[in-house]
């Protein structure tokens, strides 16, 4: 008998649970409390992290700051031309009327070293509602998009990557600003475009970035660059691969955009589950 | 439950504890399809040896706890979890007096079984992935359970829980 109730009440949650954002305040209270078996978890990398870098030799940490120095100038000179080109992309577009949001404020999270639910692609932070984080803001590493936030935990949060299988990313193509939708495949290293005709105009190695439509993710941060293009004669739309440019494979740090969308319509649009 | 007569609490809510955090625990890429379903382990043996003191309730609600820590559909781990032990208390009887293989077997197709429910849920949700390495967690498990089985039996005879 209480089986029966027991099951009733899964089913039930999982209904709830299912449309997003009814449950959360259990979910935050669950995830506060069992907070420590996320902590113990983590003991383990942790530790071999903490060994690694104890037992890194001097030399090793002096090279690793030279080379880290020298990126970081080689980054600060392109930095100078792109502010240079940043004034002039909003002059122009003030004159085209349209804005533009730049310098949006960023929040740096660490990956928790837990593993999660295998079949999904998500990841769990160690930024929660503490530090500001909310549902949907999106989230890149230094190389491009990563995901957007899914949950939010009083100390964690959990990140729903762009190849999960249920997420959609609003995309353009930087040459030419081709639009479409590059959904997850459930593999780490391809996304796929199924929504473009035989006859659009995109190449293997073009650039794709993320077209802002829909709210969630600002406009302009890559993607991944197209990887194949499959035609088949047979259907009306070709499959495009994407090889994503974050390294969703091996996510140590990760920045969050804080993201106010624009007021238009549009902002209400996006939902990628 | 908690008769004056019950003792040992702890160390139940300790193992449980334990596997929750082995279920989550960092292994290198691609041993990860290979992790034991620790919890189901954990639960299938306390609801074996004391079917009066581990039910469906406390299945339920450590999968409740594994549904938050793994971000998935809350419920869904608490079903199959709560269905393993549903399973094993009907047979429990039957399952107690078997040898240890054949409770190995016994453990593998329960836990199939449970993995079954939660791929028909994902289904559900729109994203199962089936692969050949679907029910290797469950073989994995199976092979472990002599194991957990004489180290659990070890300890509950030492702190004598019942």
């Known amino acids: 008998m209480r089986f029966v109730l027991l099951v009733v009440a899964s089913l039930a949650l999982m209904m709830t649970d299912y449309r997003q954002g009814l449950l959360d305040p259990i979910r935050q209270t669950v995830s506060a409390l069992a907070h420590p078996i996320r902590l113990v978890a983590e003991l383990p990398s942790q530790f071999i992290e903490t060994a690694d870098q104890q037992l890194a030799s001097r030399r090793q940490l002096m090279a690793e700051n030279e080379r880290l120095r020298n990126r970081q100038q080689v980054f600060q000179a392109r930095l100078q031309r792109l502010d240079a080109l940043e004034v002039e992309n909003i002059r122009l577009r003030s004159l085209l009327d349209s804005s533009y949001d730049l310098e949006q404020p960023v929040l740096i999270a660490e990956l928790v070293q837990v593993d999660l639910d295998p079949f999904s692609h998500v990841i769990e932070i160690d930024k929660g509602l503490g530090a500001g984080v909310e549902v949907g803001q999106a989230v890149i590493d230094a190389s491009g998009v990563i995901g957007q936030v899914d949950h939010v935990a009083p100390f964690s949060s959990t990140i729903r990557l762009i190849s999960d299988p249920g997420h959609a990313t609003p995309v353009q193509v930087n040459r030419n600003g081709l639009r479409s939708v590059a959904l997850g495949a459930g593999r780490t290293d391809v996304l796929n475009i199924n929504s473009l005709p035989n006859n659009a105009d995109i190449q293997i190695g073009d650039l794709v970035v993320t077209s802002g439509l829909g709210g969630r993710f600002p406009t302009g941060y890559p993607v991944g660059e197209v990887s194949a293009i499959k035609t088949n004669p047979g259907d009306s739309f070709s499959t495009i691969q994407i090889a994503p440019s974050g390294a969703l494979g091996r996510i140590q740090e990760v920045l969050l955009i804080r993201h106010e969308p624009a007021p238009t319509p549009q902002a209400e649009a996006g939902d990628d589950e | ?162």
Not at chain 2, 7 to 12: D, N
Not at chain 2, 109 to 133: H, K, P
């Open chain 2, 1 to 162: 439950m908690n008769s004056p007569r019950s003792r040992g609490g702890w160390l139940i809510t300790a193992t449980v504890l334990l596997a929750l955090v082995l279920t989550i625990v960092p292994l290198p890429s691609g041993l990860g399809a290979f992790r034991p379903e620790w919890i189901g382990l954990v639960l299938i043996y306390w609801s074996l040896a004391l079917p009066n003191r581990v039910g469906v309730g406390v299945a339920w609600l450590t999968g409740i706890v594994q549904d938050v820590l793994q971000s998935t559909l809350l419920g869904a781990h608490a079903l199959s979890l709560a269905l393993t032990v549903f399973i094993i208390i009907q047979l429990h009887q039957r399952i107690r007096n078997l040898p240890i293989w054949q409770q190995a077997l016994n453990v593998f197709a329960i836990l199939l079984i449970a993995r079954v429910s939660l791929l028909w849920i994902r289904g559900l949700g729109g994203s199962a992935e089936f692969d050949w390495q679907f029910w290797m967690p469950a073989l994995v498990s199976a092979a472990l359970w002599p194991i957990i089985f004489m180290l659990l039996r070890g300890l509950r005879r030492y702190y004598r829980v019942n």
